[in-house]
């Protein structure tokens, strides 16, 4: 089958485009790229891109799928579908479902439920440890060989220094990277939200920006003793962005992420004691929010990831302290991006390559780019676009979402997967034809 997106902007920052150009896909695949008309007389479906982007796949490196085990929160299926919807074409799950990711059936088991629910890809990150619990390596090899892309115990810090160290040089034989959550238990304490003035007058316990910095030192003096690979998640404090630039700096193969609600939201979300505003790491201070800023401007930090982390609304309906960490993504990553490009953080390009080049690097996966001869994972979006964020209207199971009400711009109008069209925006039903 033939198609044709024609009449759109394309970048592909991954080979320097960004031009007015049309896209003959055939079984699949991207055959040529030409400039608008060259394929009039081409008998094919027809896209119409007209004031829309057309750039690579979306890739999020940082989600949570929840299945198995936690199939009330989260399906590989009902995940996928707020993926695609979102622009996603790709997507790395970490390892804390039930039972854990650490051997290759369960590995197997998430890789065969993506390929049943037909959406977005699915590359599932295996556990560091067994059982997710920090004491013994888990069966990473295994894992490795049934498709896992990455190793990590996100959501909790490996405490075990020597652990890490041996996860590291084991990872080395794989050339897979280590994801990090990065949190000492002893100075985190529990707490809920950022330590500091706000949390002392809501009479929340806190947790201090050194949790996640010393974490981080540690785990770039590892990544130093062993040439590991090292990727810092959902990186939150001015220090820890500094920690890493200076880790690039000395050559060292250590890269990082940022969650859009560490450069879009401060501590102050909190008031009220808005459970939809807790997560791990926490909301930070104003201060931090513009290092996450310029860590993106000088390529600091890689790439931006969701940290997709859905919630049934009754672990979010209680106490603040009591309640579940994290919130969903997925829908709202694209337009938060784009505000950065809006308020000149950094270019259109320079976007897409944080959402999806760079991921694609770091995993070592063949996507993340238009080039002829390469799958058709593609994503067209309106960047002028105007839309309501409603929780309820989220294709994902849960609605756990820090930017209810909001109004975001920039909307996605149709996701491609390997030629398939997986989303199309219903507003413009009728025009992709």
């Not at 039930?98 to 390929?115: C, K, L, W, Y």
């Not at 896992?148 to 115990?153: G, L, M, P, T």
């Not at 201070?285 to 890689?302: F, H, N, Q, Y």
């Not at 760079?358 to 238009?370: C, D, F, K, S, V």
Request: aromatic share 4%; charged share 25%.
């Amino acid at each position: 089958m033939r198609m044709v997106v024609q009449n759109g902007t394309v970048i592909d920052p991954a080979n320097r485009l960004e031009a007015d150009r049309d896209l003959l896909i055939e079984e699949g695949v991207i055959r040529e790229l030409g400039r608008p008309g060259s394929f009039a007389a081409v008998e094919a479906q027809r896209i119409d891109a007209s004031g829309c982007v057309v750039a690579p796949g979306l890739i999020d490196m940082h989600v949570h799928l929840r299945e198995p085990g936690y199939e009330y929160k989260e399906t590989v299926l009902t995940g996928t579908q707020a993926a695609v919807a979102g622009g996603f074409t790709a997507l790395a799950c970490m390892a804390n479902t039930s039972p854990v990711n650490d051997n290759g059936a369960v590995t197997r088991f998430i890789v065969e439920q993506a390929r049943a629910a037909g959406l977005a890809r699915v590359f599932p990150i295996g556990a560091l440890s067994k059982g997710l619990h920090g004491e013994e390596l888990a069966a990473i090899g295994e894992m490795v060989e049934a498709g896992a892309v990455a190793i990590s115990d996100d959501g909790r810090p490996v405490m075990d220094a020597n652990l890490m160290r041996r996860a590291l040089e084991y990872c080395s034989m794989f050339d897979v990277p280590i994801s990090v959550h990065e949190e000492d238990l002893h100075l985190s304490a529990g707490g809920s939200m950022n330590e500091g003035p706000t949390s002392v007058r809501l009479g929340i316990r806190g947790v201090p920006s050194v949790a996640e910095e010393v974490m981080v030192a540690r785990d770039i003096a590892l990544a130093r003793l062993t040439r590991g690979r090292v990727h810092i998640a959902h990186v939150s404090t001015r220090r820890a962005v500094a920690l890493v630039r200076q880790a690039k700096a000395e050559g060292l193969a250590v890269t990082a992420e940022v969650a859009p609600h560490h450069f879009t939201l401060t501590e102050a979300a909190v008031e009220g004691y808005d459970t939809h505003a807790k997560m791990s790491p926490p909301l930070r201070l104003a201060d931090d929010v513009t290092a996450m800023k310029e860590g993106l401007r000088d390529g600091s930090i890689d790439a931006i990831a969701t940290d997709h982390a859905p919630h049934h609304r009754d672990e979010k309906e209680v106490e603040f302290d009591q309640a579940a960490h994290g919130v969903t993504g997925l829908e709202t990553a694209l337009p938060l991006t784009l505000k950065l490009v809006r308020d000149g953080v950094f270019c259109l390009s320079e976007a897409v390559r944080k959402l999806s080049v760079n991921p694609a690097r770091i995993l070592g996966l063949p996507y993340g780019t238009l080039a002829v001869g390469r799958p058709a994972d593609l994503t067209l979006f309106d960047t002028r676009a105007t839309w309501r964020v409603d929780p309820l209207a989220s294709r994902s199971r849960s609605q756990n979402t820090p930017f209810a009400g909001w109004e975001l711009t920039g909307k996605v109008r149709l996701t491609m997967v390997e030629g398939r069209i997986v989303y199309a925006d219903c507003e413009q039903e009728g025009k992709p034809a």
